[in-house]
């Protein structure tokens, strides 16, 4: 946009709506005396009336493009890349091919990574974990044994078998499912979300990420801040981690020896230093800054409540396992989860490290599994009983599959896997996604993604391949919940409009209710 | 695909429908249309999406941006008729309200034109729809003066075009600000910290009328103008201390930052600046300085993840070299054009593979091997580490010089014994196990003895002292064989180098086993054999663990092999065995006073060296590696070839410069070039006032912001190559500058009409960056230890942030802060772990440095107000502040001053004063009654506490001081 095209104050006033009194930063006017000095200042007037008008806070006008299914997101990240044949994708068949190569008409020459390219052979590894069909209320679906609990709701669930990536390599693979490009820069799809829908509650950051630990001492794989930044977006949209040692959220508690009634004496001295500031300079940011200190103070007593589970009774412990009484476990981060949900923050994703079995699989994965298993189950079930399921999206999954073949030494009870793009697993429920479905499916092998009729499909990112589910396409339909049109929400920066789908992205319209 | 024809008949049919009407007119006075200004956005906005410049996309055939194609005849109509607005098919296209016909069409997700717009197309169309070049793909020139009113306000040519701009709106500048607040300013302008009161007390008090211009002296003299300057560089070449990607572990470039802070500070013009950083590789005898200036072309993120592909990241490193030079030096994204030509600037898919193919040839690997010192590397000397170094270097070569070839020849004689003929060699892996362990105990079937399978092994060379790769794949075993052939039974001494673990086998039997975790690539491990007369095998297997693998090996005593093979060279190289000899008698020779000389300088030299960081460098391949335009921007996906060479909208090289990224150097300080010169000067621009003059400093092309004024930009660039590129000359310029001095008070009349102070209606007032923001909280408690350059510190950080995301295998997973007073360094020398950089940092607003940023946002945000409240190094420099203006002033009164003036450079005002020495009893009752809490406060952080303070009356002052280093004024540039 030019600016001489437009009138200079209207559009300044514009980007000053949408930045603060609209935005995360924001987050409401403090005490009415804080409010009348505002108002004391004239300008902003006609704005704060604007923002009385809505109970969001931030977001853009126009946004949400159409009726929401979902308010929020909750998205558990499995970081690593899960091995969807021992846990989704059942392939009986593999047990009579142990230790045969991979035929090469189902290869079909695609590209390895240099882990196993060089390897002579390429010997099936069947999985080694019974499963199990379960009702799902449609067709069924066929759980591994791994996941008991998470079985026990799949009538909530929708699996896709056919997700597919182009990346085969974890910092990429994950940057791109996360940002929607390879290369550091993008923002996340969290800050996506927050720049265009802001939040529902002004106390709270809009995006929230949780970080789990992991049982096993060694998660392999590392996570990088890109992950929830806000790329050339506005950095108020960055993800904000809560932590589970330490302050909850960076530098929330005053220093020792400071209580609250002299913070609240000191900030009532600063609100007023900045006051004669601003009536003598006349700059709105000065405006912004005083808000900003009142919802600093308010941040101090909204976290801490938040974190205290102390109220929280047994039964619900019981439902998550009772690690969840462990700050910073995954269970306990499925409940925060839902109490973040409660409060009406816009996106979280909590993440779990560990998933990246390239060799002792039997060692590792059992271990992962039970890590998340029990609160992946309970959080759908909380979100269900607290009547919120219908609204909030919740999604499990890496950023690429495992494959078949096995990575170094095979036998029948352990294998390794290396990493597989072309098909993978992930599932949703609430928000709208048919509950008791699964969508796609793998040839005998759970290599090349097939049709209902068992034939190879060869899904491109340009075009959409039905079936198929590219992590453009997922993205694109995690926002259409949200009541965005991915094709809408851009930001223009280097004289283009980027959106988090680049130039692809299809809404899965199978998916939805 | 749509044919135009048949776009042509439906207009007929929208005509006689009679449903086109071009715009109802309005009775408003035509104004004369400036393509440029008026006609170019709308196109841009809302045409060239599918009627642009990709000419593959081109829709129905037509490209509006290509004048001939706009105007061409279609078979009876044409798109533009100029002169004919009912002759030009767009203008129906753009008005019909039939939904098909529509353009740009309704599902697009465009707007449709704006009625203005629409008005605008046709009084350019009538005009003659002439066409002109995007402003700044044409050189500037320097504009002439323009006659302004208020002559006596202007101090520089800055300031005429500042002014001519404001009394043609009809509005006035304001006044210089007061002298303290101009100190203020410009020092933190310049320096990046505030001043010290009594330099604002001899400034104020000056009668000298060129004070304040002695004041900007004296600022672009101290050595804080180049740490300050630097930032905003290093945000944009992505400045790091880690690879940035995947496993994220330290890399040794830092001596570039501090080059980088040298060059400002010497004022480095700025054409060298910018081609001893693209070329300094290869300029003629490239100075030590010239060398680590290269830093710049290896400071893209770079990886070593395992089961990365070369090719992949060898295109991905390539790409990120062209957007960063394309944003850095022509304020141009040329990123669409990886995939497909650009839709809205004249840059095609072959524009950017030839730029491409000057990148792509650096001798770097695409993979770091996660190493600290990633090859090409060298010794960071300074300039007078570089002249000892050179001493000792002139003493060995005088010890050289005198040496006797005789003497040594006959020496070599002496020494030269046996060495077995070692025969060529097979590898066979890599076998992959579970483990490091497995996979060194493992026996996978190429043990002597073990079941042959000739199937499983290649060939390879592999040179004795040479070291090459054998596994190739993490926890996995790889196996070489070869023979060794021996006059008689003799023993002999072979020396292995293994990454990771190593095994060797001579005639089926064991004969050495070391199961170790290392990079070793030198032969370390003594392996005596006994060899049989005749032919002996040799079988030796490397065990891999993480990261590459590889072995090395030797044979024979290294000093008398050496011998044997420089005297055997003597018949056929006389004058490579006559240095070689040399050297070995220097280093292996037996002691005379010619090598005792050589050898005490040459440890001389390797102890100065270890104490010399290394830094990254480029290095250019002998050959360059060629370079295809890769379809879609994939890697895999080559196409046809691609040379060196600029966008062809850009012009071309200079005829005699080397078709190299020397050349492309000496491209961008051509003086016509028509943007080099401007997408600097408005960085400047942009950082002393807050914004550019060009606001989207990152793209100058058609979708970036139009210049709010362009003759005071252009005038900027001419200026700049004629000052021969001096960036002290023109930070001098424009903080010397009437504009630059106004006062930055808001009146509700300018707040109207120049909201954003684009126009310069007043003086620069911001935020200041996240560094400024900690040095000057530092600077004012006395805290901040100044000294230049040196290795990343690392300050207070909560625990656990790195952990929380590190790979447990990085160096740097864990974090370690410092415990000493480097704590209080300068924020430009924080350690920048790109995957997770200092919390400070990220809030307030600076980037994660994995990417070219020329333009930081500036939020204000509550996470913000945690962090000057709360975080340890903010209060820490509170109660130390306050501490300060305890022990140099007496009474409430003068130490409130005091902190005033080391805060906010200027004294309180009665209210302000009265306010506080009221919070200041109430405090001082509160933490009386509760000492334990006082005590808490006082002592946070490191640095010892005054014990001689009373410990209320302390903590009563550090609340005081705290709220000043919170107030909007102490953060902002006003």
């Given amino acids: 946009m030019n600016d001489h095209t437009l009138d200079p104050k209207r559009e300044f006033e514009l980007g000053m709506t949408r930045r603060q009194l609209f935005g995360r930063a924001a987050l409401g006017i403090g005490t009415a005396a804080l409010h009348r000095l505002l108002m004391g200042s004239g300008f902003l007037a006609p704005m704060a009336a604007m923002a009385s008008q809505d109970t969001r806070h931030g977001g853009l006008p126009g946004i949400p493009h159409f009726a929401p299914k979902a308010k929020r997101v909750i998205y558990l990240f499995m970081n690593g890349g899960p091995s969807q044949l021992d846990l989704w994708d059942y392939k009986p068949k593999l047990h009579e091919e142990y230790d045969k190569d991979l035929p090469e008409n189902i290869r079909m020459g695609q590209r390895l990574t240099t882990m196993t390219s060089g390897q002579a052979r390429f010997p099936l590894a069947p999985s080694r974990y019974k499963f199990q069909k379960y009702d799902n209320g449609g067709d069924g679906v066929w759980v591994s044994e791994l996941l008991p609990h998470t079985a026990s709701v799949v009538n909530e669930l929708c699996v896709v078998k056919s997700m597919w990536t182009e990346a085969i390599n974890h910092d990429p693979a994950v940057t791109y499912i996360q940002t929607g490009s390879q290369l550091p820069g993008r923002p996340s799809l969290g800050s996506w979300a927050s720049y265009g829908l802001g939040s529902e509650n002004e106390n709270l950051p809009t995006y929230v990420v949780l970080h789990s630990k992991v049982t096993r001492g060694n998660p392999d794989q590392a996570l990088f801040a890109r992950l929830w930044g806000s790329g050339f977006i506005s950095s108020e949209h960055q993800g904000v981690s809560m932590r589970s040692n330490g302050d909850p959220v960076l530098y929330l508690s005053d220093p020792e020896g400071l209580d609250r009634k002299t ?81 009406g923050v816009r996106f979280i994703q909590v993440f779990h490290r560990g998933w990246d079995q390239h060799g002792n699989l039997a060692g590792e994965l059992p271990i992962q599994c039970k890590d998340v298993d029990q609160a992946c189950a309970a959080l759908i079930k909380d979100l269900k009983r607290t009547g919120m399921l219908d609204e909030t999206l919740v999604i499990w999954g890496g950023e690429f599959g495992r494959t078949v073949y096995c990575q170094g030494p095979l036998s029948r009870e352990n294998y390794g896997r290396d990493h597989h793009p072309r098909a993978f697993t992930m599932w949703m429920a609430g928000g709208g996604v048919k509950p008791g479905i699964t969508y796609g499916q793998t040839d005998d092998y759970g290599y090349n993604l097939v049709d209902k009729d068992g034939e190879v499909i060869t899904p491109s990112i340009d075009h959409f391949t039905p079936g198929a589910v590219h992590i453009h396409d997922l993205n694109a339909t995690i926002l259409n919940q949200l009541g965005v049109d991915h094709t809408k929400l851009t930001y223009r920066y280097q004289g283009r409009d980027f959106r988090l789908t680049d130039v692809h992205g299809h809404v899965v319209k199978d998916l939805l209710k | 695909m749509r044919r135009w024809w048949i776009l042509g008949g439906a207009v007929v049919f929208v005509t006689a429908s009679g449903t086109v009407a071009v715009s109802t007119p309005k009775p408003a006075v035509v104004k004369t249309v400036s393509f440029n200004r008026d006609v170019r956005p709308i196109l841009s906005e809302s045409c060239f999406k599918c009627h642009g410049f990709d000419a593959k996309e081109a829709k129905g055939n037509l490209r509006l941006n290509d004048p001939k194609d706009a105007t061409r005849d279609r078979g009876g109509y044409r798109a533009i008729t100029p002169g004919d607005v009912t002759k030009s098919m767009i203008m129906g296209r753009i008005t019909t309200t039939v939904e098909e016909m529509k353009m740009p069409p309704p599902h697009s997700g465009m707007k449709p034109l704006t009625p203005e717009q629409v008005e605008i197309l046709k009084n350019w169309i009538q005009q003659g729809a002439k066409y002109e070049p995007h402003w700044s793909f044409v050189a500037p020139k320097k504009p002439a003066f323009p006659a302004v009113k208020q002559k006596d306000w202007v101090r ?52 000298d009328p060129k004070a304040y211009e002695k004041e900007v002296e004296r600022l672009l003299a101290s050595p804080r103008y180049g740490e300050h300057q630097a930032r905003a560089w290093l945000d944009a070449v992505r400045y790091g201390d880690t690879h940035g990607l995947h496993l994220d572990n330290e890399r040794s470039i830092y001596p570039y930052r501090d080059w980088v802070v040298r060059a400002f500070n010497e004022d480095l013009p700025f054409d060298q600046f910018t081609t001893w950083q693209l070329a300094g590789d290869l300029l003629p005898k490239p100075t030590i300085d010239q060398r680590i200036a290269t830093g710049y072309i290896r400071m893209n993120p770079t990886t070593a993840e395992g089961g990365a592909i070369e090719a992949e990241f060898l295109a991905k490193n390539t790409f990120d070299r062209v957007d960063t030079f394309s944003t850095v030096f022509l304020g141009l994204t040329v990123g669409c054009a990886r995939c497909h030509d650009h839709k809205y600037d004249p840059i095609s898919q072959r524009d950017y593979f030839s730029l491409y193919a000057y990148f792509n040839s650096t001798a770097d690997a695409p993979l770091d091997g996660n190493l600290l010192t990633p090859a090409p590397v060298m010794r960071a000397r300074s300039h007078a580490q570089q002249e000892i170094a050179e001493r000792y270097e002139s003493a060995m070569a005088n010890a050289r010089a005198s040496l006797s070839l005789d003497e040594v020849s006959a020496w070599a004689e002496a020494k030269k014994v046996f060495v077995p003929n070692v025969g060529n060699w097979e590898v066979s892996g890599p076998y992959t196990a579970a483990n490091f362990d497995l996979a060194h105990t493992t026996e996978f079937g190429p043990e002597p003895g ?117 005297v055997a060279l003597k018949a056929r190289d006389p004058k490579r065995a006559e240095a070689g000899l040399r050297d070995l008698y220097l280093t292996s020779g037996p002691e005379t006073s010619a090598t005792i000389a050589y050898r005490k300088a040459k440890a001389d030299l390797d102890q100065l060296d270890s104490m010399i960081p290394f830094t990254l460098v480029a290095e250019e391949l002998p050959v360059p590696r060629p370079a295809f335009i890769l379809r879609r921007g994939e890697y895999n996906l080559p196409t046809v070839p691609a040379y060196r060479r600029v966008p062809t909208i850009l012009g071309e090289t200079p005829k005699d410069a080397p078709k190299n990224r020397l050349g492309l150097a000496r491209w961008l300080a051509r003086p016509d070039h028509p943007l080099f010169a401007r997408v600097t000067v408005n960085r400047y621009w942009q950082a002393f006032f807050g914004h550019g003059i060009v606001k989207t400093a990152e793209d100058f092309g058609a979708q970036g912001d139009w210049p709010s004024n362009i003759e005071l930009l252009d005038y900027l660039a001419v200026r700049f190559a004629e000052t021969g590129w001096s960036q002290k000359a023109m930070h001098r310029m424009i903080v010397n500058s009437a504009a630059f001095r106004q006062r930055s008070v808001v009146s509700n009349a300018k707040r109207d009409r120049d ?111 945690l962090i000057t409240l709360n975080e340890t190094a903010f209060v820490e420099a509170s109660r130390v502040l306050s501490e300060r203006v305890m022990r140099e002033a007496k009474t409430d009164d003068d130490r409130l001053t005091l902190a005033y003036n080391l805060t906010l450079g200027r004294a309180p005002k009665p209210q302000e004063r009265a306010l506080l020495k009221q919070s200041l009893t109430r405090y001082r009752a509160r933490y009386a009654e509760d000492p334990e809490s006082a005590r808490s406060l006082v002592t946070v952080g490191f640095a010892a506490r005054d014990a001689s303070l009373d410990l209320a009356d302390h903590a009563a002052w550090t609340m005081v001081c705290s709220t000043l280093l919170n107030t909007d004024e102490f953060m902002s540039l006003q």
């Fill in chain 2, 450 to 566: 073990g079941v042959e399978d000739p199937g499983k092994w290649r060939p390879l060379a592999i040179r004795r002292g040479q070291f090459v790769t054998v596994a190739g794949k993490e926890n996995s075993a790889g196996y070489a064989r070869t023979t060794v052939t021996s006059d008689a039974r003799r023993d002999v001494d072979f020396r292995f180098g293994s990454d990771d673990g190593i095994r060797v086998w001579l005639n089926g039997k064991l004969v050495h086993d070391n199961k170790v975790l290392r990079g070793v690539q030198t032969p370390v491990d003594n392996v005596r054999v006994t060899l049989e007369q005749g032919t002996n095998t040799l079988v030796v297997k490397i065990s891999n663990g993480g990261g590459g693998d590889g072995l090395v090996y030797d044979v024979g005593d290294a000093v008398s092999d050496q011998a044997a093979r420089l």
């Fill in chain 2, 156 to 207: 520089t040519g800055i300031d005429v075009f500042v002014l001519s701009r404001l009394e043609a709106v009809g509005m006035a500048p304001e006044p210089e600000a007061d002298r303290a607040t101009l100190l203020r300013r410009v020092s933190l302008a310049l320096t990046g910290l505030q001043p010290m009161p009594e330099e604002i007390r001899a400034f104020v008090a000056s009668k």
């Fill in chain 1, 263 to 343: 913070r609240r004496d000191m900030l009532d001295d600063l609100a007023k230093l900045n006051q004669g500031n601003l009536n003598e300079f006349g700059d709105p940011e000065i405006a912004a800054r005083i808000k900003q200190y009142e919802m600093a103070y308010r941040l101090q007593t909204s976290v801490p409540d938040l974190m205290d589970l102390t109220k929280e009774p047994d039964e619900v412990f019981a439902m998550y396992g009772e690690e969840s009484r462990v700050p910073g476990t995954f269970a306990a981060n499925c409940l925060l989860s839902r109490r973040l949900a409660e409060r």
């Fill in chain 2, 755 to 865: 909201p954003e102070n684009r126009m310069i209606s007043r003086g620069p007032r911001f935020r200041l960056e996240a560094e400024v923001l900690r040095d000057t909280a530092l600077h004012a408690s006395g805290l901040l230890r100044e000294e230049l350059g040196g290795r990343g510190f690392k300050p207070y950080q909560p625990e656990g942030l790195w952990e929380a995301l590190g790979f447990l295998d990085s160096n740097t997973a864990r974090y370690v802060p410092d415990i000493d007073d480097s704590i209080y360094r300068r924020s430009l020398y924080l350690f920048w772990k790109r995957t997770s950089p200092h919390p400070i940092m990220l809030t307030f607003d600076a980037p994660m440095r994995e990417s070219c940023v020329v333009r930081r946002g500036r939020t204000n945000t509550p996470l913000q107000a």
